[in-house]
Structure formats: C-alpha cells, structure tokens
C-alpha cells in the first residue's frame, strides 16, 4: 500500500536542506506521495529507507505480462477492492480451452485468434489459447503448441501436468512468451525450472485454502520465477469467490505481497448458460485471467460486453467526438437531431437513425461523455448547451428548415430551447433511441 505524505517525511532527514529544490522535507515528502517528483532528488536518502519506499511504492498485486507482441495482455496491478473506489487497471484475459488431441486444433485455434466484435466504437477481442494436454508424448504436445501458435498472434497458454511435456511445448514456442501451468507441490520444481528457463509466467494450483497457495508461491519464487498467476484450486464456484476475496484482501487491505498475485479461474460447466455465470463472476471477482471452454458468440460477446463495462473508467466514460455527424445522404431537408457524446448514447441513436434507412444530421454535443438524462441532471445538457451546440455547428446554413428533434427524455427543455434558439422549432423526439426509426419514418414527414 502506498505510503502517506507523513509516512515518507518520517523515513527522510528533517534537516530541510532545499537541496532537492523543495523549500522543505515536509513538501517533498507530499510531492512524492503524489507521485510529483523522483525520491532521487534527495541525495541524503539512506539506502534502507530508499529500500523502505521502493517497497511500499510496488503494486499490492504483481503485474503480470501474458504472451508476447502486439497482442500480450497484462494482469495484476490493481489496487482496489470495488471499482467505484478509483477505477480497476487491467481487464483478464479471456482465453479459450483447446485440447490438443482436437483433430480441428489448428482451425479451432484461428477462429480464437480472428474473433473480433465491434462495440461502442471500439474492437472487443479474446485474448488466446490455452493448449490443454490431453495426453500422448512431450512431442505430440510440442507439435500442437507450434500449431496454435501459427494459427495467430494471440498469447498462448501450455497446461499440462506433465513437467516433460510443458518443457518441451514451452521450448517450441518460447518467443511467444505463454503461461505455463500448472504446477502443484508434485510439480512445482520442475515447472518452475521451465518458467525460468523460458522467462515465462507460471500458474500455480493450490488445494482449496490459503495455506497450500502459499507453500507454492514460496516453492516457485524459491525457484527463482517472479510473474505468477494463482489457481486457488477451489472446489466450487461458492469456493472459489470466497478465496479470489481473500485473496484480493489480504494484497490490497493487509498489504500481504507474498499473496499478491493475479489469479485464474475455470468457466467448468456442462452448458453454456452455465460457463457464462461462473465466467460472470469470474470477471467481476477478480480474475486475472479467465478460462473458457467454449468460443460461441452467445457465451463471449456478453463476456467481452460485461468486461468493458467492469474495466471500463467510471471517472472518465467512454465518448465520440462531439461535433455534427452525417448518417446516410443527408441533405438541407434532411431532420436533425441532437444527443450527448456518451459513446454508447451515440452509437444507440446513429444506428437507429441508420437502420432507418432516413438520411438525417446528428449532432452530438460535449456532455463529458455522459447519457442524456445523466448529463441533463448534472447541468450539461441544458437548453443553453443545446443552442451553443447548435450555433457552433454551423448547421443552420446548410439546412432549408429550423427544425431540431432533442431527446425525448428531455422533453421539459423544448420550451427553453426555443427561447435560447429564436426562430427554430423545437421537436421532442423519443423517449428511447428504438423508436427512432419510426419517427422518423412516419411522424417527421408530417412536420
Ligand atoms: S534534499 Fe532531502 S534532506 Fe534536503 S530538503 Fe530535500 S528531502 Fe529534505
């Protein structure tokens, strides 16, 4: 946990020298809890204090880097419990299961690494393969490996319980930096050595209580490997949620680093409707990476949905570009309508005027990325900010009506509107963006 202000004046001289060009160690000590300045600018620091504040100034969960290139993925590094406390830094990987006797592994393998959804502007992907041994010599594990590494560039991850196998796999495909896994106390020595070897991270998998994780993290680190990823090994899905808990706790509340890692969890289940409930709660509770079985667009696109949700900055929304946007041929006849740069706001309302095949103007105004009725109740989406949005479009010009459609939920500001726009008629459009297309076809014609 990072140290206060106070904390760090305690560990640095008090002789208040400015040499650090502070005009006190009381000020430099708040600068550095801040994050404002470098500890180095202190050259009276002792090496035990600077050892002291290097400590507390690691993340209670060790970032862990998964695969290599463009698409690795990092996990771990979180530094709260709930989200709304400041934000969650890294969403887990959503890594797909194939056993490497598939006779489709290759093509199994593409379609992981190719798949790829559109939401919000922005392209939701899974994030790998993990390649599970499912019998048969170290070289048939080799040689899948190598299969699903040509299949793409997305990370990799070698589970087997054979240490021979994943030596052999991990050495086939080493460049791409996989997970390796997963050593219990049989195998810990042994894949360790591996992970080392390779400068891999290593999963580890305890026996469903605190007390054998630790054994192993002390085992794997003893072996020299630093980037782990822990399997609490719980035996339900009840287990499991209790031990991710306490996990996160005891890094981020009691400070216990030699717990702090990030963890994996398993969607197991018969159905699908089944995968998509632990993988939920696996998401949201505090999986670091996440197993599926299944790459059916019914279990993942909700997944990714969910995962941009959860990780997404609850102090800084996801937003377009607020200026005037044209959907379709839209000419001087063409309705316009207004909305607020809420990304998801944006994308609802421009695909239904889309689908609705009306070609119109949208104009999208700077609502700090909120909703409409947020926006309208924090005082950003008010008539004044509607008539500014309107008169620094330019749009008047171009347009051989004075008609503006604003959202239905804000219907109570059509009359302030027109008196903040004189001269244009203020229409209520619908309540919910569905409606659009029907307004548009059927009821702007008569206006
Ligand atoms: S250089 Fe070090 S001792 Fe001098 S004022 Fe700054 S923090 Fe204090």
């Not at 709304?84 to 598939?102: A, I, N, W």
Request: with cysteine; net charge negative.
């Amino acid at each position: 946990m990072a140290l206060s202000g106070l904390e760090i004046y305690k560990l640095l001289p008090q002789t208040n020298c400015k040499e650090c060009g502070f005009p006190t160690c009381l000020a430099f000590a708040m600068k550095l809890a801040q994050k404002g300045t470098e500890l180095s600018r202190c050259p009276y620091v002792t090496d035990e204090t600077r050892a002291s504040l290097d400590a507390a100034a690691a993340p209670p969960i060790r970032l862990v880097t998964v695969g290599s290139g463009g698409r690795a993925f990092e996990i771990g590094n979180e530094v709260v419990l709930f989200r709304h406390e400041k934000t969650f830094y890294h969403q887990p990987g959503l890594m797909v299961r194939l056993r490497s006797d598939d006779p489709d592994l290759a093509a199994k393998a593409k379609d992981v690494n190719e798949f790829t959804v559109e939401r919000v502007g922005l392209t939701l992907q899974l994030d790998g393969v993990v390649l599970e041994h499912a019998g048969g010599d170290a070289a048939a594990y080799a040689a899948a490996a190598a299969a699903v590494a040509a299949a793409g560039d997305a990370p990799l991850a070698l589970f087997t319980a054979d240490p021979a196998a994943l030596a052999a796999a991990a050495a086939a495909v080493a460049a791409r930096k996989p997970l390796l896994g997963v050593a219990t106390a049989a195998s810990v020595a042994a894949m360790a050595a591996v992970a080392k070897e390779h400068g891999c991270p290593l999963v580890v998998r305890g026996d469903g209580d605190l007390e054998s994780l630790a054994a192993l993290i002390e085992a794997a680190k003893g072996a020299g490997v630093e980037d782990l990823v822990l399997d609490p090994g719980a035996s339900s899905p009840a287990a499991a949620l209790a031990l991710a808990t306490q996990l996160r706790r005891l890094a981020i509340k009691k400070n216990q680093r030699a717990v702090g890692f990030p963890l994996i969890a398993y969607a197991d289940a018969a159905t699908l409707e089944e995968q998509a409930v632990l993988a939920t709660q696996a998401v949201a509770k505090y999986a670091g990476v996440v197993v599926l079985d299944s790459a059916d667009p019914a279990l993942v696109y909700p997944l990714l949905t969910l995962r941009q949700n959860v990780y997404t900055d609850p102090q800084k929304p996801i937003q377009v570009e607020p200026k005037l946007y044209e959907i379709g041929a839209a000419g001087p006849d063409s309705p316009l309508l207004i909305t607020t740069n809420f990304s998801l706001t944006y994308f609802t309302v421009s695909g239904e005027v889309e689908g609705s095949g009306v070609p119109a103007h949208l104009l999208v105004a700077d609502a700090d990325g909120q909703s409409v009725l947020t926006s309208w109740a924090a005082g950003k989406f008010d008539a004044e900010k509607i008539a500014k949005t309107v008169q620094a479009s330019g749009i008047a010009e171009r347009l051989s009506h004075k008609k503006l459609v604003i959202p239905g939920h804000v219907a109570g500001l059509s009359g302030e509107c027109e008196e903040e726009l004189p001269g244009w008629q203020i229409l209520v459009g619908p309540r919910e963006a569905v409606d659009i297309p029907t307004y548009l076809k059927n009821v702007w014609p008569g206006l």
